[in-house]
C-alpha cells in the first residue's frame, strides 16, 4: 500500500510539506504543490481520512438535511451545496426528514454521529427538537429556505432564504391591474416561515391595491401537489370562487392544474394562474406559467460559505441572508405574448392597512433587524 512516505520521496519533499499540500493547512509553492500532487496521482496514493480526522477532529464532510429532494427546487439547492463543499474540499452526506420534525431530529442526529463537521437543515413547521438537540451539543449549523427562531442556551446558527413577502405581493398585485378583485391563495404548510411570509405578502398586495382580505379565498395546500389539487377543488367550489389563483410553491401549482383539468377550466380562459417557484419546463406549459423563481443554487451555495464561517470562527454573530427572486412574466396570468422583459423581484414596504405581520415563533429570526437583505457574505 502507498503511503505518505512513498509520496514524499518521489516528489522530493518532507512528509510534513506532503501533508499540507493534502489538507491545505500551510500555503505551499505552485511548483511545489505541483510534484506533490504529480506523485500522488503517479503512485494512486489514498489519504486516510479516518486516521485524518483522529488527528484534525475535522472529517471535511457536511451533513444536509432537506426534504422533498425530489423536488426541483430542492433538488438544485443541493446541487449548489455539493458544487460548493466540494470546491472547498468537503464531502457531502444527504438524509431526508421528510418534514417530519421526530424524523428530523433522528437524522440530523445521525448526521452528527458521523462525525460531520457541520450540519445544513431546511427545517420543518416544528424545528424544536432538532434544534436543542443541535444547540445542546454546539453543532455548527447553517438553516436554509426555512428560518427558525433564536436557538436555546444561546446557541449560534446562520440563516438563509430568499425573499418571499415582495414578491408574493408584486404578483397579487399584478393580477390586481388586470382587472381580478377575487384573488384565491393555495398556502404552504402551516407554521413554516415560507408561508407566514408568503401569506403576508398576498394580503400586503391586496391592500396595496384597495382590495379586502376575504379569508374564504385562503385554503392550505400544505406544501404539496395532492394537499394544492384538495384545496384548489375547495376554492373552485365557492359560491363566489376566484377569478385568478396563486399558487405558494412548484409542487402546489402541479396540483392545482390537475385540479383546474379535472374541472375542464382552462388558463388564463377561466382562471388566470401565478405560481411562486419557477422550474425548468414552466415556459413549455400551454399557456407559459408566470411565476417567481428563487435563487436556489445560490441559497445552497451560500449555505456552505456561512457553515465554512462558522467553521473558522465559532464565535461570530449569527448572520441571516435573504436573496432576491425574479419574476418570469408569461401568459397564464392573461398577459399577451411577447412577455415583458424579466425583472427582479425586490422586498416592500408593508402596506399601512394592513395587520402587523404574524411571524410565528419558527420565524421569529426574520425580524428586519436581524436580516442582511439582498447580499451574500
Partial sequence: MTTMVDVA???????????HVLNATRPVRPDTRAAVLGAVDELGYTPNTLARSLVTARTRSIGLAVSAISNPYFTEILQGVEASALEAGYGLLIADPHDDPRHERTVVQLLHERRVDGVIVAPSAEPAEMVGYLARRTVPAVFLD??????????????VCAENTGPMRQLVEHL?????????????????STTTERLQGYREGLCARGLPFVPEL???????????REATGRLLAAPEPPTALLTANNAMTIGAL?????????????????????FSWADLFAPRL??????????????????LDRLEDPDRAPRTVRLPCTLRHRTSCGCPEPAPATAPTTASTPCPAT???????????????AEERNRTP
Avoid at 426555512?146 to 440563516?159: E, I
Avoid at 390586481?176 to 413554516?192: E, K, Q, S, Y
Avoid at 408566470?290 to 457553515?307: D, F, N
Avoid at 395587520?355 to 433587524?369: E, F, G, K, W
Fill in 9 to 19: 520521496r518521489r516528489a522530493g519533499v518532507s512528509v510534513a510539506t506532503v501533508s
Fill in 146 to 159: 426555512r428560518l427558525v427562531g433564536p436557538a436555546p442556551d444561546g446557541a449560534r446558527h446562520d440563516q
Fill in 290 to 307: 408566470t411565476a417567481v423563481a428563487q435563487p436556489s443554487r445560490e441559497i445552497g451555495a451560500t449555505a456552505v460559505r456561512l457553515l
Fill in 176 to 192: 390586481a391591474a388586470l382587472g381580478h378583485t377575487r384573488i384565491g391563495l393555495v398556502a404552504g404548510l402551516p407554521g413554516l
Fill in 355 to 369: 395587520l402587523p405581520r404574524t411571524v410565528p415563533p419558527t420565524a421569529a429570526a426574520a425580524s428586519p433587524a
Fill in 218 to 228: 385562503v385554503a392550505d395546500g400544505n406544501s404539496a401537489a395532492d394537499g394544492a
Fill in 258 to 278: 390537475r385540479a383546474l383539468r379535472e374541472r375542464g377550466l382552462e388558463v388564463p380562459r377561466d382562471l388566470a394562474l401565478a405560481c411562486f417557484d419557477d
